[in-house]
């Protein structure tokens, strides 16, 4: 199972990240990926980004199953 | 099933940019939330992507500037020690407790991004980036991965670990051509 982790994150980084570049739109893109176990524990998150408002932004996903929680944010930044 | 909320999730992204693309320059939250199953996924928009194509951004006239790369390239080692000075500093007597790591998570990313902006390094964007979690025996995967250009772009990382929570803390730097 934990050897599968690795894999996973790598997997769905890239595949977000090749589904982002076709989008074909000139923007650099950085996607972060954060997959835990489900085990009780408490997790805090924040980011806070010096660009320009009216061209640039971001999105997170959150997402969990009976075992774990995935947690998936993309920054975008005009070019 | 992950693949069938991704997918759901990827659609209701690029349904949302499509209407938005009306308004302009406004700062919205939404957050929808789709079932399958037994995985839940939650949306959040926090700002609209630009608008390239449509509307010309106003009135600022850039003249070229004929340079090809950056004159103050972005200082990897300085950010490292200044992420390691500040993480201890906070949080090496620390426990975790829900509330009070939560007001930490925010002000210590906020304290990352003034300490960067301070070293003025021309035409970066930063992207400061923080996970302060407790230890409880359970295991995590942390990965990233970005669309720049190598040569200028790059990134800096710190881990912090005591008894009881880790923080790490990603800082990422774009150049704005």
Known sequence: MHSRVNQWTSNVV???????????????YIVTCVIMQ???????????CFWDNSTDGSCTVRWEN?????????????? | ??????????????????????????????????????????????????????NPRPAVQME?????GPAKRFPVA???????????SYLQEEKYEAELCRQMTKTICEVIKARVKDLMIPRYKIIVL?????????????GSRCLWDPTNDTFSSYTFKNTSLFAVANVYAAYFE
Not at chain 1, 38 to 48: P, V
Not at chain 2, 78 to 88: A, E, G, R, Y
Request: glycine share 6%.
């Open chain 2, 64 to 68: 070229n500037t004929y340079q090809l």
């Open chain 1, 38 to 48: 489900k085990n009780g524990a408490g997790l805090q998150t924040a980011s806070s």
């Open chain 2, 1 to 54: 099933m992950s693949d069938v909320a991704k997918d759901k999730a990827a659609r209701l992204l690029k349904k949302r940019g499509s209407v938005s693309s009306l308004s302009s320059h406004e700062v919205k939250a939404k957050e929808t939330i789709g079932k399958t199953k037994d995985s839940m996924s939650t949306v959040s928009y926090i700002d609209e992507p630009g608008q390239q194509d449509d």
């Open chain 1, 66 to 79: 009976k075992s774990m929680y995935c947690i998936v944010s993309v920054f975008g930044l005009a070019l």
């Open chain 2, 130 to 142: 923080i996970n302060i979690g407790q230890l409880n025996e359970q295991n995590m995967r942390i």
């Open chain 2, 78 to 88: 300085t950010v490292n020690n200044i992420l390691k000075d500040v993480l201890t």
């Open chain 1, 14 to 28: 890239e595949q977000c990240l090749s589904q982002l570049a076709k989008l074909g739109k000139p923007f650099k």
